[in-house]
């Protein structure tokens, strides 16, 4: 019975991760082709469906560590993607005067590069038990340029979408109600902000010390 539920986990994350990569390449593919065809004012409207579904699909990576499907810690993955999935839906989508700014181009092309390594990474490792060493070089080497512009351009669409938060009131919730409740949007925005204050080295420091493990570990064996 073990075994078999052993395949059957080996199965579920060859397609999850296979499919998601596929999901990323669509991404990547349309970005640079709109990027050079039209400019970067028409990138969202290119990527905008392949890159919901494919970010949106990283909120099973959570479940994943809740129950043990994989190794990955919570304290790491629910940050990135919580942050991913506020940008995604909470910014990009809400906002459409955030759309069409250069930076939607280095995040969505940041994004994409480094899942379609680390996707085709665990991919192979769950399909033939291993990877190739330049492909596990790429996983712990190319975060060290993209996380920053990734990063950088994360908090630069939050900040340009302030303005409109505020003036909108969109997603805010004002007293007096029945719930007797108020929520504000837009600082709510604003402590996501102060967070990656914090929160952005803690994660590069701990991506630095995954490297140094990993490539390590690599040199060993």
């Known amino acids: 019975m073990a075994a078999f539920l052993s395949i059957l986990r080996r199965l579920y994350l060859v397609v ?6 596929v999901g990323w390449c669509q991404v990547l593919y349309f ?26 699909a990283a909120v099973l990576e959570i479940l994943h560590g809740l129950i043990g499907l994989v190794r990955s810690p919570i304290t790491a993955t629910l940050p990135q993607i919580g942050s991913r999935l506020y940008v995604t839906w909470g910014i990009l989508w809400s906002f459409p005067q955030t759309q069409t700014h250069i930076l939607v181009s280095s995040l969505v092309i940041s994004w994409s590069i480094t899942e379609i390594i680390r996707y085709s990474f665990f991919g192979l490792k ?33 900040y340009i979408a302030l303005p409109y938060i505020k003036g909108s009131e ?51 064996d």
């Open 16 to 21: 999850y991760n296979w499919t998601v990569f």
């Open 31 to 56: 970005a640079v082709k709109t990027l050079k065809d039209s400019g970067h004012e028409h990138v969202y409207n290119a990527v905008e469906k392949p890159l919901q579904l494919a970010q949106t």
């Open 126 to 158: 769950e399909a033939i038990g291993f990877t190739p060493s330049w492909l596990l070089w790429l996983r712990y080497s190319t975060f060290l340029l993209l996380y920053p512009t990734g990063i950088t351009s994360e908090v630069g669409l939050i």
């Open 170 to 220: 969109l997603y805010s919730i004002r007293m007096p109600n029945k719930w007797n409740f108020s929520f504000d949007y837009f600082y709510s925005a604003l402590l996501v902000l102060g967070l990656y204050v914090p929160g952005s080295p803690h994660m590069y420091t701990y991506m630095l010390a995954q490297r140094k493990k990993a490539l390590s570990k690599s040199k060993r």
